[in-house]
């Protein structure tokens, strides 16, 4: 049985995982570095790239030691390849195809976002084709996973990613890093929802409009401007309780009506009857966001009405890790999808190429 060693720099979170074909996850480890971030209030890149040089290699030796396997046993490395901080991805990368040449082991170099797409299939062997919520720190996009590496993009953010928007509106509150989970965590202190909703009527962007695109910058602009109509002096528990209480219904009003649009689109290009199986077509929400219980409440009881299957990785496994990276080492592996070893880093690297560019952010995409 196949077995394949993961590597995941893109960011700030080191990651080395081994995965067997049929989905066990012999080890998988993360190495944060909320620490050294937190004093900047988010990712300095110059400092993410020195830390994944500073402790991968500890980290890979420790995964193949937990895995209880020698790099003899491998049938190939994943590397995270891009998209991401460009210093960081050129780490992992750069280690994994010298342990491939070391080894004479084949190499694939990783789309991150395929990673997150395909975790679907590592921890509920979804089957094609399926939707897709991607929500990151760095992406948000709506996409139809057809098939390994073919990617139809319904959707995708104009500005913001809405992890950044969650990350940046967080800072405001005064909120530490990561603003993310801070803000989910402080929004359940809030015991009056209607109330909150009531007293910051946050803007809705691009609901109600046709298509699956998304814009977060003037909903992060709203809450500065929440934020500085508050009473002078230092900022109140039960405001800011209440503030992330509404942002946070903002973003799944807005998420259930762009997924809305996207569902509707999928059943049109995919016919239940023409799904591989007769089970319910999923509807799949990955990425670090996927995390917010809030959020996949929302997302649930839409999927339910759709007659769509609902999935959300493990917690585990919605942020970046190298577990969905050694995966989709391994689907791309059974599928002949190798890479020679001069394959570059890409800072971009759209799932979709074929995807019209939008404007701002949507270029990247």
């Known amino acids: 049985m196949k077995i394949v060693l993961g590597i995941e720099t893109s960011c700030d979170e080191t990651a080395a995982s081994v995965v067997r074909e049929d989905g066990t996850i012999l080890?998988?480890?993360v190495l944060s570095q909320l620490e050294e971030h937190a004093a900047f209030?988010?990712?300095v890149p110059e400092i993410?790239?020195?830390a994944h040089l500073e402790h991968l290699d500890t980290l890979i030796k420790a995964a193949i030691h937990d895995a209880d396997i020698q790099f003899s046993d491998l049938s190939a490395v994943a590397a995270t390849s891009g998209p991401g901080l460009i210093g960081g991805v050129m780490v992992g990368m750069v280690a994994g195809k010298a342990i491939a040449a070391a080894h004479n082991l084949p190499f694939i170099g990783v789309n991150h976002l395929e990673g997150h797409v395909l975790t679907a299939r590592l921890a509920e062997k979804v089957?094609?084709?399926?939707?897709v919520l991607l929500v990151s720190g760095g992406h948000t996009q709506i996409l139809i996973a057809e098939d390994v590496g073919k990617y139809k993009r319904l959707g995708t953010t104009l500005d913001d990613a809405l992890g950044e928007?969650?990350?940046k509106s967080a800072k405001l509150m005064g909120l530490g890093y990561p603003g993310g989970p801070n803000l989910e965590k402080i929004a359940a202190k809030c015991t009056d929802s209607k109330t909150a909703r009531e007293r910051f009527a946050l803007p809705l962007p691009m609901h109600g409009r046709?298509?699956?695109d998304f814009s977060f910058s003037g909903l992060k602009t709203a809450v500065r401007n929440a934020i500085e109509a508050l009473p002078a002096g230092d900022l109140q528990e039960k405001d800011i309780a209440a503030l992330a209480c509404a942002f946070q219904h903002s973003v799944g009003d807005i998420l259930k009506d762009r997924c809305q649009n996207a569902m509707n689109s999928f059943q049109?290009?995919?016919?239940?009857?023409?799904?591989q199986t007769n089970a319910l077509p999923a509807f799949v929400v990955c990425g670090g966001v996927a995390a917010n219980q809030h959020i996949r409440t929302i997302l649930k009881d839409l999927t339910r009405k759709a007659e769509m299957d609902f999935m959300a990785p493990p917690l585990t496994l919605c942020s970046d890790n190298a577990a969905m990276i050694a995966w989709t080492g391994l689907e791309r592996l059974n599928k002949g999808l190798t890479d020679p070893l001069d394959i570059a880093a890409r800072p971009r690297w759209p799932l979709d190429p074929t995807a019209e560019?939008?404007?701002g952010a949507g270029v990247k995409a």
């Open 27 to 29: 080890s998988n480890l």
């Open 41 to 43: 209030g988010g990712v």
């Open 48 to 50: 993410a790239a020195r």
């Open 127 to 131: 089957t094609f084709p399926y939707l």
């Open 165 to 167: 928007c969650f990350d």
């Open 210 to 212: 046709a298509g699956c």
């Open 268 to 275: 049109q290009y995919y016919p239940q009857n023409d799904t």
């Open 357 to 359: 560019k939008k404007l």
